[in-house]
């Protein structure tokens, strides 16, 4: 036992140049493909961030032509409609029916490319800031699933950055989805709080709890996706459940990557 | 290189010229690292005297090589 603890010691301690199997004589130079390797990582996650970063770009453009385009559009055809209503005199009944059918189409159309421009592009996080964006997001969540979803912080004047902030938001965003589709849950939490130097975010559930093969599995992509957006921003992201406890999606960010205003952080 | 040279200068300051080191290349004598269940490189082994011991690593740790090689008191 002492002779594998010295070798697991001088494996630690970079002093081992090569490793010897039992068909094949490979020596290596361990430290140098460990460096390689790290350096791989750190170019896959440059790519995977700036490959996040052409998708955000691209989801802007996508829901600015959507709102121009498409949405100016049904917007006239709604005109059009009720210009058309006004002009069917009441005997020419059917008519009006029909118009009035056509009316209410373009009406749930209009609603429905207003909620995917939304969703590609949050508006509100602009607009409100990431706070508020995530108080409403934790209200939207109740109101398409009936999950009741409480939100709480201690960063209520804090200002956050475009990119800390998009990343925040799309974690959470994908946490509740994760939640509506596979937790079984009765109740949810989401939580942004500071501590010590640094922003913690934790969504929680009650349902089922998520597996430990599931956590690991390479073919969860939506956990590597959260995972990717946490390390860009020099973070870290757990995720623990347990059958009766629910699952506990934990991210952990400096807050000096992702807040601008440091005095407007209350302690 | 690192291991042989701690280890030349080790046995110089401790065993003055009571001592043969036989090095082995794994590469071209594969047969003899595997008869000595050799897993890594650098390794060294104290062949004699008994009992035979086997230390890992570039040898950078002298204090520890030492207690390895018997050489003075402490773990082994």
């Known amino acids: 036992m002492k002779e594998a603890e010295a070798l697991v010691h001088a494996l630690k301690t970079h002093q081992v140049d090569g490793i010897i199997g039992d068909r094949h004589i ?40 959507i709102h121009d385009e498409l949405g100016q559009k049904l917007t006239s055809l709604e005109l059009g409609l009720s210009w058309l209503a006004r002009k069917a005199t009441p005997r020419r009944q059917p008519v009006q029916e029909k118009i009035g059918l056509l009316s209410a189409l373009v009406t749930t159309m209009i609603r429905s490319v207003r909620r995917i421009a939304n969703e590609l592009r949050p508006g509100v996080l602009e607009e409100l800031g990431l706070v508020k964006t995530l108080k409403s997001e934790a209200r939207e969540f109740k109101k398409h699933t009936g999950i009741p979803c409480t939100f709480e912080t201690n960063l209520g004047k804090a200002k956050f950055d475009r990119t800390g902030s998009v990343a925040i ?15 079984h849950a009765s109740r949810a939490r989401i ?67 992702v807040i601008i205003d440091q005095e407007s952080v209350s302690s | 290189m690192l291991a042989r040279g701690n280890l030349a200068r080790l046995c110089e ?20 690292a595997h008869k000595n269940n050799v897993l890594v490189t650098p390794t060294l082994i104290l062949i004699k005297p ?27």
Do not use: W
């Open chain 1, 169 to 183: 938001f799309r974690i959470s965003q994908a946490a509740f989805t994760n939640i509506a589709r596979h937790a």
């Open chain 2, 50 to 76: 008994y009992p035979k011991v086997t230390v890992f690593g570039n040898l950078s740790d002298t204090r520890r090589v030492l207690a390895a090689l018997r050489l003075i008191g402490g773990e082994q």
């Open chain 1, 191 to 257: 939580t942004l709080v500071k501590r010590n130097n640094d922003l913690i975010l934790t969504v929680n559930d009650n349902g089922k709890g998520i597996t430990k093969k599931l956590v690991r599995s390479q073919k969860s992509l939506g956990i590597i996706g959260m995972r990717e957006r946490a390390l860009a921003l020099d973070g870290t992201l757990t995720l623990r459940g347990s059958k009766g406890n629910g699952t506990t999606l934990t991210v952990r960010i400096p807050l000096s990557r």
């Open chain 2, 13 to 32: 300051e401790h065993l003055k010229g009571c001592y043969e080191i036989e090095t082995v290349n794994v590469l071209k004598d594969a047969a003899t």
């Open chain 1, 26 to 65: 490979m020596v290596c130079r361990l430290k140098d493909v460990e460096e390689k390797l790290e350096s791989s990582r750190d170019q896959v996650r440059a790519l995977a961030a700036s490959l996040q970063s052409i998708r955000e770009d691209e989801r802007v453009m996508i829901a600015r032509e």
